[in-house]
């Protein structure tokens, strides 16, 4: 039996097209890089996209917002009831709504979901990462899921180039390289964020990463910029792009209407790394952001790439 949070009940909630507006509000303001890609999709598609990523802001939001002083353990479990109730078709808060509706329109499994609260358990109780692999698991869980998340509403195709010998083939799903993406853009955060993040008393970048440099917590919180920490910024770099290329490979597989939106989003984040380059790798006093002509200049190649690749 399923058991839904005491201080919830399922009354006075919003019709499901108001439900869809909030989540799009919430997506607009907070992830302004991906809202731009959902604009890039068919409705449907988009405010689906719009569901599943206002459900993970506000998860994200439990531990990083306002209220995360708040937050505990206890906190996880009740939200975590909360998804079983969406899963189950009922949902408790006006945001539910749409993420039902969008779970009845492209089926999903639960798993990635439980996975991000997982993640945000690690936010409460963690603010060091020793190796990258503990950090990749974190990654993982925030951002790797959502684009797990996001394949079941992109969809899988075969209509690649339409050629007959590709029509038997069994369909590739591109599980690694939506995983990837998340991966990739999740470390660009991170690299984008060292100065703010230190200021909470945060290091995501690993520590043997510093070590290995010869660089301490010491020098972070100095926030020094010599060759030892351009020399870490650049091995972080190429690890970030690695992870692009890899769910470069993976779009091809998407349906073709799904193509460009993730191109999109995907070289308009890149382009962070691009930033912080041409900021000297100075991410304690400066944001790395895209300028918008140079977001509009991608626009066209993404829509090239997603011809052709
Ligand atoms: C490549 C293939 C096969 C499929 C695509 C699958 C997708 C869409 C993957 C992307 C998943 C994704 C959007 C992960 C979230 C990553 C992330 C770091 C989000 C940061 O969000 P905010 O902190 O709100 O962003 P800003 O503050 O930069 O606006």
Redesign the pocket.
């Known amino acids: 039996m399923l058991q839904l949070p005491k201080s919830k009940t399922k009354q006075n909630l919003v019709s499901v097209d108001e439900a869809y507006e909030l989540c799009r509000q919430i997506t607009a303001e ?5 809202y731009f890609g959902t604009l890039l999709m068919p409705k449907e598609k988009s405010k689906a996209i719009w569901a599943i990523y206002a459900w993970c802001r506000l998860t994200d939001e439990l531990v990083d917002g306002e209220k995360a002083k708040y937050t505990t353990k206890e906190t996880l479990a009740e939200w975590e009831q909360q998804l079983e109730s969406i899963f189950a078709g009922y949902p408790l808060d006006d945001t539910d709504v749409a993420l039902v509706d969008t779970i009845q329109n492209y089926p999903m499994g639960i798993e990635p979901f439980r996975d991000m609260i997982a993640g945000q358990r690690m936010d409460l109780v963690k603010n060091r990462y020793q190796t990258f692999e503990e950090l990749e698991l974190y990654c993982y869980r925030v ?1 790797g899921t ?2 797990l998340m ?2 079941a509403v ?1 969809g899988i195709g075969k209509d690649r180039n339409g050629v007959p010998w590709e029509k038997d083939k069994p369909i590739y799903v ?1 599980t690694q ?2 995983i990837s ?2 991966l990739a ?2 470390l660009t ?1 991170i690299l984008r964020d060292v100065g703010e993040d230190m200021q909470r008393d945060r290091i995501y970048l690993p520590l043997d990463d510093l070590h290995a440099f010869d660089y301490t917590e010491a020098d972070l919180l100095a926030g020094t910029i010599d060759d030892r920490w351009k020399a870490i910024m650049k091995f972080q770099i190429k690890r970030a792009r690695d992870y692009y290329k890899q ?1 470069e490979d ?2 091809r ?2 349906i073709r209407d799904s193509r460009l939106p ?1 191109w999109a ?1 995907l070289m308009l984040y890149q382009g962070i790394l691009d930033e912080i380059e041409v900021n000297n790798y100075d991410v304690f006093n400066k944001r790395a952001f895209v300028a918008k002509h140079k977001k509009t200049l991608s626009l066209p190649i993404a829509w090239l790439r997603a011809q052709v690749l």
């Open positions: 907070y992830a302004k890089t991906f951002a959502v684009g996001s394949n992109l591109p390289e939506a993406l998340g853009m999740q955060n769910a993976g779009i597989y998407l993730v989003s």
